[in-house]
């Protein structure tokens, strides 16, 4: 199944929603520290409901230590969602246990992330020209479907 990687979190609800998602589509979620709440959160706790149990979430202290334990023989590709990047995200083939990463919701991926990835794995949601950005949780479900759709949604039903 797919690899959902948020680098840095900073709000609750929003990585709340994105644990209720994984746990509904299969998807595992890597938390990247540090983070900007206690998962603990009473927040967090509302917007992920009961769902924090039946999510597969994993954390690293570090994005080092989340590509050290990323990196193993096989052909997936990590694609980082960004408003740095020129590709359309319905434009990339995704297979199974490829990796979407995400950034910080204030600041998105930094910069000494994003230049580890080649132009084709830097994705980008359409959106109007004056706007900053969609929402961190909105971003991932969008991102998600597609890659899902892309498998016929296997194992869903």
């Known amino acids: 199944m797919f690899e959902i990687a948020l680098y840095e979190p900073e709000i609750p609800p929003n990585t709340g929603n994105i644990m209720r998602l994984c746990a509904n589509t299969g998807c595992r979620l890597h938390l990247i ?3 900007g709440f206690d998962l603990d959160e009473k927040k ?3 917007a992920g409901l009961d769902y924090r149990d039946l999510a597969n979430v994993t954390e690293y202290k570090n994005f080092a230590d989340f590509l050290a334990a990323m990196n193993h023989p096989g ?3 990590i ?3 960004t408003t740095k990047g020129s590709v359309n ?3 990339a083939t995704f297979k199974p246990d490829d990796i979407l990463l995400f950034g910080p919701e204030t600041r998105g991926l930094p910069d000494k992330v994003l230049d ?3 132009e084709h794995q830097k994705l980008r949601v359409p959106m109007l020209a004056s706007s900053r950005s969609i929402n961190l949780a909105n971003t991932v479900a969008i ?3 597609e890659a899902l759709r892309q498998q016929n949604f296997a194992g869903l039903e």
């Open 116 to 118: 580890e990835l080649a």
């Open 44 to 46: 967090l706790r509302r």
């Open 79 to 81: 694609y980082a969602l």
């Open 33 to 35: 520290h540090p983070l």
């Open 75 to 77: 052909s997936r590709t």
């Open 89 to 91: 995200y319905s434009s």
């Open 143 to 145: 991102s998600i479907y």
